[in-house]
């Protein structure tokens, strides 16, 4: 069902002649992803339990990426692991009908990309580091203090 182009696209025109109740578990898995339009992950894998209720499709997503970071302090890349946890119901009447405005499409595809993407960034730290107690690089001649120790850091202290 998936496609390179709509990874996360899945189709639930069944779910409309099912009872409420039913629900099916889709699974993902994805050594490497690109969430359009900004997003790069690797190890994606993850799952969605979607079940019919009287107002349409609740979607259970639990999503687990690594996202490749810069370290604010030190400016390495390092690999950041994220998970998220979602609930959306997507509605089977008009697109106001929710808070959220998600409703199933006339054709019932639905792709999860925009919100995956959207879950996952709500996770990205907004300064982050390699580490909590990243020592960051010397002001004076730019070296990674994690490595080395350079001359500067002892004047630093006095000062
Ligand atoms: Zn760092
Ligand atoms: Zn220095």
Known sequence: MASQRHPLQINV????NLPIGSYRDIHFDFPALHLPPDLDIT?????????????GL????NFKATSSMECVRCLEPFDLALET?????????SPTFTDSGLYVPEDG???LCPIVREYLLLENPIKPLCKPDCMGLCVICGENLNLVKCEHQARIKIE
């Open 13 to 16: 025109g069944f779910f409309q």
């Open 43 to 55: 190890d994606f894998s993850g799952l969605v339990h979607i079940s019919r209720t009287p107002q």
């Open 58 to 61: 609740l979607f259970e997503g």
């Open 109 to 111: 595809n639905i792709d």
């Open 85 to 93: 946890l979602f609930e959306e119901v997507y509605s089977y009447k």
